[in-house]
């Protein structure tokens, strides 16, 4: 939608008639709006507040913002040193990046597990089509073995049924 007023109003309910779209209040919020923002940029809102800690008569521990009533002890807590320009403290970004390198390397470590046990799942299914192939071309020599051959044709035949023993020895057991 184009916020670019029309050369005239008959314009804009031609274009889309039962849809007028009033182009005043946008003109005024992209006057208004880069203003709201540098106003919230200037004046941060005070995140350190005075804070009072009180005992009273039954031991009971009291923190406030308020002054204590009459006759209670006041001690002045001292309110935690404002983070610095990236909202944490060094100690706290130390530990953050720590914490994250730390999550990356568990990712990294399962995302491999994860990977080897595809890997492995792969060769085993590789492994069974090998096994059970080997085993019908063994099964097939075989039967054309009893069943009777020229002399030739049966040392091939032979030759056969020890190469597809051997497959069957390497991929199913």
């Known amino acids: 939608m184009s916020l670019r007023p029309p050369a005239n109003s ?16 946008v003109a005024i919020m992209r006057t208004i709006a880069p203003f709201i923002a540098v ?34 002890a006041t001690v002045q807590v001292d309110a935690p ?6 909202g944490l403290t060094k100690d706290e970004k130390r530990q953050l990046r720590r914490i994250q390198r730390e999550q990356r390397q568990r990712l990294q470590a399962r995302e491999q597990s994860i990977r080897e046990q595809e890997r492995a799942e792969k060769d085993r299914r590789r492994r069974k089509r090998e ?13 054309a073995r009893r069943r009777g051959c020229e002399p030739a044709t049966c040392i091939r035949i032979d030759d056969r049924i020890d190469y597809y023993s051997k497959r069957v020895d390497a991929y199913c057991h």
């Open 10 to 25: 008959t314009e804009a309910q031609t274009r889309r008639p039962g849809r007028i779209v009033v182009y005043k209040e």
């Open 81 to 86: 040193k404002p983070a610095g320009p990236g």
């Open 131 to 143: 096994c059970d192939r080997a085993r019908a071309h063994l099964a097939d020599y075989s039967d």
């Open 39 to 72: 106003c919230i940029l200037l004046f941060p809102t005070s995140s350190t507040a005075q804070v009072y800690q009180w005992t009273d008569g039954r031991g009971n521990v009291h923190f406030s913002d308020q002054p204590p009533p009459g006759g209670a």
